[in-house]
């Protein structure tokens, strides 16, 4: 089956730990997104990537790092540095840039303990 | 940069009603407008899109209405279903720049009642 693949589905850090987020895709889509996405605000883009090897901060891009070493996978980390990290982190990907249907995991509920 | 407002943030409607949610888009260039559904827990489903080049789609119960003069396009529902509730997204990109995200509206959470 094909499909993007996020893990784990909950995840619990402690305040000063840095966490990272899992997203596989066997779509063979170029591009891939990482969203946050908080009660009554939508979903806020923090990384995206147009192909692998490159990567582009987005609106809330302050306290995560990303990395695309590989088309088919594209983890989002959670720093020390992001100050409220508690969300619910949604990935995607496209089969291109422009103007295409983006398909999501199931997300990742993280919490800060 | 592209902005996208989405109203009402909540509609309750009876079952077999039709439910209507509008989106406001502020780049001209934009020309791709998806709506997707999003089911507690889980992430957002493509349920339909539209393009600029298209004033109206439809698909079974669902469609979708531009108007590029005003900058806004709709999502239509109609004969609503108890598993229609959900929260629903609209979507803007294809605007002009280097950066050409899909920008979400804050959603619409829908709730059909039996």
């Known amino acids: 089956d094909g499909g993007i693949t996020q893990s784990p589905k909950y995840l619990f850090r402690k305040e000063g730990q840095n966490v990272t987020l899992s997203c596989e895709q066997n779509l063979n889509h170029d591009a891939m997104y990482w969203y946050r996405q908080d009660p009554g605000q939508g979903l806020r883009l923090i990384y995206y990537s147009q192909i692998v090897n490159d990567f582009q901060k987005g609106d809330i891009a302050e306290g995560y790092s990303v990395s695309r070493e590989k088309k088919e996978s594209f983890p989002l980390t959670v720093t020390s540095a992001q100050k409220n990290p508690t969300a619910f982190y949604l990935c995607?990907?496209?089969?291109?840039?422009?103007?295409?249907?983006?398909?999501f995991g199931q997300g990742t509920r993280l919490t800060v303990v | 940069g592209e902005n996208v407002e989405q109203h009402p943030s909540t509609l309750s409607v009876q079952e077999g009603d039709s439910a209507v949610i509008k989106c406001t888009y502020s780049d001209s260039a934009s020309n791709y407008f998806p709506w997707y559904k999003q089911e507690l827990g889980k992430g957002p489903q493509l349920i339909i899109d539209i393009r600029s080049n298209v004033g109206e789609k439809k698909d079974q119960r669902i469609a979708v209405t531009l108007n590029k003069t005003a900058k806004h396009f709709s999502l239509h529902i109609t004969e609503t279903q108890p598993e229609d509730s959900a929260v629903y997204f609209c979507a803007a990109s294809g605007g002009g720049g280097a950066t050409n995200k899909l920008i979400f509206g804050t959603g619409t959470l829908l709730a059909v009642q039996p």
């Open positions: 995607a990907s496209s089969i291109k840039w422009r103007d295409t249907e983006a398909f």
